[in-house]
């Protein structure tokens, strides 16, 4: 009976309140490990080497043999010495004690010392690192395969510090653009609800995916890895880490992590020509704020302007307006005081828009676009076009969205801009879309239908979106 009520004691601890929320606890067995691994011992050449290269000290000892390498290492686990080698003279060979038995690598220098891919200022380095990885590698296979099957990375550092908003991201639900079909009959009398259905439908801030940016890393000191919590070995190279958000993890568990990238604002260095998701991920907003703050500013002042975007700004101005977002951020300047001509403010949008890497129309979604305005047929190529939107990105899409809407209401001035779907389908059809490079020739004729897509995604823009 008293076993009984303490497993349910037991079970009644194991549940989800937030209270109960233990820190992880880093494991510390691969580290004990890296403490207990043979230390490299140079053995010396009792005389000068005549042929020794400068980069090498007084453990190398010439053109000996393997076998009298073998006797010069005397079984002691970490000794080592370099030789010139008789086959190939010229190169030079790393001899390592190791698990009882002499290794033997050919040895690189290049600047720096390898054997492999990582790189070292010393050979000392390079024998630590080696004898790091051999014993860790040996001794711990096993567990270094099973480590990655239980991850804490669900509650650990990055991503708890990010709890409220992953609940908060959660309990909306991941909200999908609607697909819409096209039937003759609805065509008309449809528009109108579709827009009041999208008023309630939450704001998708937050909720893209982002893959991390995952980089070789050389940490100083200790370090654990935030994937599978275990330590991360060697004396350099030991892991991989995001340099937008900072996420320190072994190499084969960045294989692993999600894509649930939340990039720090302080390592996000400029606002322009930075990957559209990135940025809206680090800013934590449905869109570029460079875009809704253009936008705006065109809005409040400049619809009635005759040319609004054909019409260029000076484009030393709109080098300003660029320096400003990539220093200010969200804080930029853009007012009339700072910029009476609002052709600035339409010149930095483009400009903003032309220099994503990845532009608002993506690269593989490029050629679908351009098929899809061949069509002859009106209502299938509409009907094609929406299709490709939906398989935008989310940020990608609600970018288009909210500009091709702010182009509809540009054109509802055209009395006074002269600005209609079609020539803004000129000025923003290559802004949008363009061809990887590798494709630019094949696709030199493809400006009709570039214009074309904008101008009707501008035209029916209430459909569409
Ligand atoms: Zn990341
Ligand atoms: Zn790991």
Request: aromatic share 8%; hydrophobic share 35%; proline share 5%.
């Amino acid at each position: 009976m008293a076993a009984s009520s303490n497993s349910s004691l037991s079970g009644s601890s194991l549940s989800s309140d937030p209270e109960d929320y233990q820190p992880p606890i880093w494991k510390s067995y691969l580290y004990q490990l890296q403490q207990e691994a043979p230390r490299p011992k140079r053995i010396t050449c009792p005389q000068e080497m005549e042929n020794r290269p400068k980069y090498y000290g007084r453990e190398f000892h010439g053109m000996i043999s393997r076998e009298y390498a073998d006797e010069l290492l005397a079984g002691v686990e970490g000794s080592y010495l370099i030789r010139e080698s008789q086959r190939q003279p010229g190169t030079h060979t790393l001899a390592l004690r190791f698990g009882h038995q002499t290794l033997n690598y050919r040895l690189f220098y290049d600047g720096k010392h390898f054997v492999g891919e990582k790189r070292f200022e010393s050979v000392h380095d390079l024998v630590t690192d080696a004898l790091i990885t051999l014993y860790i590698e040996t001794k711990a296979a096993e567990y270094i395969a099973k480590m990655t099957t239980n991850p804490i990375y669900e509650h650990l550092g990055y991503t708890s510090l990010l709890k409220d908003k992953m609940v908060h991201r959660l309990s909306r639900g991941r909200t999908e653009p609607r697909r819409v079909t096209f039937q003759r009959d609805e065509k008309i009398s449809s528009p109108l609800v579709r827009r009041s259905a999208l008023k309630d439908t939450p704001e998708k801030q937050c909720s893209y995916e982002k893959i991390h940016n995952f980089k070789v890393h050389t940490f100083r000191g200790p370090h654990w890895c935030e994937y599978c919590a275990n330590f991360m070995w060697g004396l350099i190279a030991q892991g991989v880490r995001c340099s937008d958000c900072g996420l320190n993890v072994h190499k084969q568990c960045s294989k692993l992590v999600p894509s649930d990238c939340q990039p720090d604002l302080r390592r996000i260095k400029k606002v322009f020509s930075c990957d559209l998701t990135t940025l809206v991920k680090a800013h934590n907003t449905t869109r570029p704020m460079v875009v809704d703050m253009c936008i705006q500013e065109i809005e409040l002042r400049g619809m009635k302007s005759e040319g609004l975007y054909r019409v260029s700004g000076f484009s030393e101005h709109i080098e300003d307006v660029r320096l400003a977002f990539d220093r200010d951020g969200e804080k930029a300047d853009i007012s009339a005081s700072a910029y009476a001509d609002i052709n600035i403010i339409a010149g930095a949008l483009k400009l903003y828009l032309r220099d994503l890497p990845i532009p608002v129309i993506t690269f593989d979604l490029y050629s679908k676009f351009i098929q899809a305005a061949k069509l002859p047929n009106a209502e299938s190529r509409l009907e094609a076009i929406h299709e490709c939107l939906l398989q935008l990105p989310p940020a990608h899409y609600e970018t288009l969205r909210y500009l091709m809407a702010h182009l509809k209401r540009v054109t509802l001035f055209e009395k006074d801009n002269l600005m209609n779907a079609e020539n803004l389908g000129i000025v923003f059809g290559p802004t949008l879309m363009q061809p990887t490079e590798l494709n630019a020739l094949t696709t030199l004729n493809d400006m009709r239908q570039q214009k074309l897509v904008v101008q009707l995604m501008i035209e029916h823009e209430d459909v569409l979106f």
